[in-house]
């Protein structure tokens, strides 16, 4: 059973950074290519970012709010995708998702992790 | 702004059948067969319905079925059934990028 879990979401204060983690199993995760998807409170599914696999040179993209201040990685020895987020503004709080990618869609999505940005 | 446009809301009674429509552009729907859409609960995880605009993974009723002519793209959910109530959001590859609809409501009456 493909399973994806999130975390490292909380309360942070504007210009804050914050990390969240996405632990994977039940698929080969060095396999995946791998998304970020966020949900702001009440409102719809923003695409964040994703990266490649590692023999496709691990490259990585950026949604235009976030390019710059937000890097995705990860470390396919522990089945694990990462979510830096640096200089956060009170716009970005949202529900946090990761999930997996292929030609466009995304099949399997972790519950979500929630960053509160807020002074 | 969402990328693609979806309408707000829509509804059908049990057994109707409803189509929410994703209207996009060139760079997106129209020019790519990546078009997929996701179902959402209130409090849960958006799940896939459709992807490569026909297609339903394993465990999807064949109720729900999707199309595109040009740079839009469809969902219809035929038989409609009380737990079929729930957010739709449509999505398109878009090159280096992925674009969501903005989202419909969908109520079964």
């Known amino acids: 059973e493909v399973q994806l879990v999130e975390s490292g979401g909380g309360l942070v204060k504007p210009g804050g950074s914050l990390r969240l983690s996405c632990e994977a199993s039940g698929f080969t995760f060095n396999q995946a290519w791998m998304t970020w998807v966020r949900q702001a409170p009440g409102k719809g599914l923003e695409w964040v970012g994703r990266?490649?696999?590692?023999?496709?040179?691990?490259?990585?993209d950026y949604a235009a709010p976030v390019k710059g201040r937000f890097t995705i990685s990860r470390d396919d020895s522990k089945n694990t995708l990462y979510l830096q987020m640096n200089s956060l503004q009170t716009e970005d709080t949202a529900v946090y998702y990761c999930?997996?990618?292929?030609?466009?869609?995304?099949?399997?999505w972790g519950h979500g992790t929630l960053v509160t940005v807020s002074p | 702004q969402s990328a693609l446009t979806q309408p707000p809301s829509a509804s059908g009674s049990p057994g109707q059948s409803v189509t929410i429509s994703c209207t996009g552009t060139s760079s997106d729907i129209g020019g790519y067969n990546y078009v997929s859409w996701y179902q959402q609960h209130p409090g849960k995880a958006p799940k896939l319905m459709i992807y490569?605009?026909?297609k339903r993974p394993s465990g999807v009723p064949d109720r729900f079925s999707g199309s595109k002519s040009g740079n839009t793209a469809s969902l219809t959910v035929s038989g409609l059934q009380a737990e079929d109530e729930a957010d739709y959001y449509c999505?398109?590859?878009?090159?280096?990028?992925?674009?969501f609809g903005g989202g419909t409501k969908l109520a079964v009456l």
């Open positions: 999930t997996t990618y292929l030609r466009g869609y995304l099949e399997y």
């Open positions: 999505s398109s590859y878009a090159g280096r990028s992925v674009v």
């Open positions: 990266i490649y696999i590692q023999s496709d040179g691990g490259a990585t």
């Open positions: 490569e605009v026909t």
